[in-house]
Every structure is written in structure tokens, then in C-alpha cells.
């Protein structure tokens, strides 16, 4: 084993790892080109992104309406995005330069601020082979998307069987199941489930084997709910009841984990649709009840708030059954993402995943990994700085090892458990 004998070597070698491993991005809203639609790419996509959409909006002039905006054609809402937020205010927001990173990734001219060239070049693309190239500059192996059994635009294209990358996982999102029963109990009927919206045994079994036969059709790595901030558990509400009776008796019959993002405050600003939504300080304690009511469930979670991040990786500690991933999507910023992996290296040494894209278009997964490879790295030579200094001497593998822990391998080896 090759030994790393001086500090600015094992400095390097962090980085190098970090640059190099292959990352496994394990929360996007990726779809996979034979769901048409589905998959968003290109310029307008990225201009149009939700979080830049609430920028728009800080920096718009009054006359201009999130209803009348959303009335436009897209390109013609890019050209506002790119008007107001790039060229009159800077493009100095994460969501901004990602933009400005993805678009040199890929070559383009982004400095000459030409927008209909840019247009042009994605005009030309194709999409098999373009998500390819993508997938290759952000160094992934494989994203893992999020589907939605209860949405019937989504649930028609698993029905025909399209082809699906190999670069293209799935999770089974289930959030109207734990928060809207009678929603969920509706789209269950429509699918020939024998469900009312009265929550009672009965739909409780067909919604069970409803989350088997989908399990069964698409093989989920594990189910997913994004939940508010006022989640609670265990609790009156019936989400209690559908986690308990319904979602992890499915979860654990498929040893699959269930993966919990908690701390969302929906809809503050109801005008500005997918980018209306705000952060909440939620209740910790709600996963420590699961993880040990549930010993023998799996938990992937994740929190939004930056003040419950600390009492979550200590929770992380105690639980074998827990595993923390990501700076998920308000905490996707450089200076959380650099605070949150060194607590969580500290405190969890390499056994959690440090990042998920959350990418919903394609073309951000070159931004949003270039962008937190570059902070974990920075992190990681810290910390392996630290430990040579204390006497410790890692070899080159072990370096590599811990960088891939963090960025997939400490996830895969939580869902083989
Ligand atoms: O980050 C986002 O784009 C959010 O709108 C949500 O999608 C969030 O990540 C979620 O999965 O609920
Ligand atoms: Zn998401």
C-alpha cells in the first residue's frame, strides 16, 4: 500500500479522490428521455429553474406578475430570468452561477452573455446522448429519480414499459400517502385498489400491496416523502397510522429504507408555485421515535433547516438503522455544505452521504456536483490534515475509500444492510 508521507501529499491526495471518485447522486428529479416530457433539459430549463423563478421575483419590476409570468411561453420566461436576475443583478446567487458553471462545462460562451447561441447549440442536441455527456462531466454512475405512483403522467409511462438508462434508478415517492390519505386513496381507486377515503383495515391492505405491485413493477432503492416542518411522531394525525401500519410493514417486508425529508413549509407564497415553498424548524425527536419503534426499518433522512442539522448527526450516532444524506435544498449552498460535512465527518466519521443533487434539470447535475466536490474536497484534506498531523498515515486507497464512502458507497452499503 502506498503510504502518504507528508502533509501537502496527503493533502492531494484528498482532493484527487474527491475530484475522481464516481459519485452516486441519490436524490434528483430525473426522468429518463423515454418519458418525453418528463425530463427537463436546456438552456430554458435552467433559466426557469423554481429556485430561480423566487429570485426573479425578489428583483422584478411590479408590473410584472408570477401569474402573467407563468402565462409565457418558456423561452420567453427564460429571457425575463436572464434579463433580471444574470445580466441587471449579477448572477452572484448559487442557483445563478450554477447556471453560469453548467453552461462552460459544457463549452459554451457564457460570458458573452449571448443567450440565442447558447439556444442554438442545445437545439442541436440529442437527448440519448447529451444525458450521456452529462452524466460523464458530473462523474456520476448512476442518479436516482424520483417517482410518483400517485400521478397519472408519470404512472402511463412505467405502464408501456419504456426503456430506462442504466444510469437511471428509481425511488417510490409516497408523500399524499403519509399526508393526504384520502388524495392517496383516490388515486389508488383509479388504479382498480380497493380504496375509500375513509382510513380504515381494508384500504390500509390495498394500499400495502398497492406500494408491493409498484415495488414489483419499477424496484425502487427505497420509498421517499418529503414531509413539513410540523411533522410529528408519533402523533394523533393519521400519518402516524400510515407510516405504522401502511409504510413500513411494505418497507420492511421489502427491506427497503424509507427516506424522510423533513422541514418543509409548503406553499408561503401559493403565486410562485414550485418556488413558494420556505423552510421550518422541525422536531428531531420525531426520527429518533421512529428509528426505535422501527428497529428493523431502515431510515434515510434528511432535514431543511440549518438549526436542526447538529441534534440530527447526533442522532445519526445512535442509531445503526439511521443514515444521514445531503444539504438538501435550502442547505445546498456553499457555506452549509462546508459546515455540514465537516460536522458530519466529525461527528460520524465516513457513514453518511454527504450530497444529493435534488437536480430537476438534467443539465444541473454538472453545476451542483462541480460545485460540492469542490467544498467536500476542501473538507476532506482538512480533516485528513488533521489526522496525519495526530500521527495517523493513510495510504492512497484509503483516502480514495473514504471519498467514495461519503459520495455513494456509505448509501449503498446502508441499503444492503
Ligand atoms: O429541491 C427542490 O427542488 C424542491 O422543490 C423539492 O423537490 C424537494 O427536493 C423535494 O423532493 O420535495
Ligand atoms: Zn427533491
Known amino acids: 500500500m502506498a503510504q ?7 493533502e492531494a491526495a484528498a482532493r484527487k479522490a474527491v475530484a475522481e471518485t464516481t459519485v452516486t447522486d441519490i436524490h434528483t428529479h430525473l426522468f429518463p428521455p423515454s418519458h418525453g416530457e418528463l425530463l427537463l433539459w436546456g438552456v430554458d430549463e435552467l433559466l426557469t429553474y423554481h429556485y430561480l423563478v423566487a429570485e426573479l421575483f425578489t428583483v422584478a419590476p411590479r408590473t410584472l406578475s408570477p401569474d402573467d409570468f407563468r402565462k409565457l411561453p418558456k423561452p420567453r420566461q427564460a429571457d425575463l430570468v436572464w434579463e433580471h436576475v444574470f445580466l441587471r443583478h449579477g448572477a452572484l446567487s448559487e442557483a445563478a452561477r450554477g447556471v453560469v458553471t453548467t453552461l462552460s462545462s459544457l463549452g459554451l460562451d457564457v460570458g458573452g452573455r449571448n443567450l440565442r447561441s447558447i439556444r442554438e447549440w442545445f437545439a442541436s442536441q440529442n437527448v440519448d446522448e447529451y444525458l450521456a455527456k452529462v452524466f460523464h462531466l458530473a462523474g456520476l454512475d448512476y442518479a436516482v ?3 410518483n405512483p400517485f400521478l397519472p403522467a408519470e404512472t402511463a409511462c412505467w405502464k408501456l414499459n419504456l426503456p430506462v438508462p442504466p444510469c437511471l434508478r428509481t425511488a417510490l415517492r409516497i408523500d399524499s400517502l403519509i399526508l393526504n390519505w384520502p388524495a392517496a386513496a ?32 419499477i424496484k425502487p432503492l427505497y420509498f421517499a416523502a418529503s414531509l413539513p416542518c410540523e411533522f410529528r411522531y408519533p402523533s394523533r394525525d393519521l400519518s402516524t397510522r400510515l407510516l405504522d401500519e401502511v409504510v413500513l410493514p411494505a418497507a420492511k417486508e421489502l427491506n427497503l429504507p424509507v427516506a424522510l425529508m423533513i422541514g418543509v413549509r409548503r406553499q408561503v407564497n401559493p403565486a410562485l408555485g414550485d418556488g413558494g415553498d420556505t423552510v421550518g424548524i422541525a ?4 426520527v429518533q421515535a421512529l428509528c426505535r419503534a422501527h428497529g428493523d426499518a431502515k431510515f434515510l433522512v434528511t432535514m431543511l433547516s440549518r438549526v436542526n442539522q447538529h441534534e440530527l448527526c447526533v442522532l445519526g450516532r445512535k442509531f445503526g438503522n439511521l443514515h444521514l444524506f445531503g444539504c438538501w435544498w435550502f442547505c445546498n449552498n456553499p457555506s452549509i455544505i462546508e459546515e455540514m460535512t465537516r460536522q458530519r465527518l466529525e461527528l460520524l466519521g465516513t457513514a453518511f452521504t454527504c450530497q444529493h443533487s435534488d437536480a430537476r434539470v438534467l443539465d444541473q447535475l454538472i453545476y451542483k456536483w462541480s460545485h460540492s466536490r469542490k467544498i467536500v474536497a476542501d473538507v476532506l484534506a482538512e480533516k485528513y490534515r488533521d489526522l496525519f ?9 484509503e483516502v480514495r475509500r473514504s471519498a467514495r464512502s461519503i459520495l455513494g458507497g456509505a448509501f449503498e452499503e446502508f441499503c444492503a444492510k
Do not use: C, H, I
Open 389 to 397: 498531523a495526530a500521527g495517523w498515515r493513510p495510504g492512497e486507497a
Open 186 to 217: 383516490k388515486a389508488m381507486k383509479a388504479q382498480g385498489y380497493k380504496t375509500s377515503a375513509r382510513p380504515d383495515a381494508a384500504g390500509f391492505k390495498a394500499a400495502r400491496k398497492f406500494l408491493a405491485d409498484w415495488a414489483a413493477r
Open 4 to 10: 502518504l508521507n507528508d502533509l501537502p501529499a496527503v
Open 283 to 286: 422536531d428531531v425527536s420525531a
Open 145 to 147: 429519480m424520483t417517482n
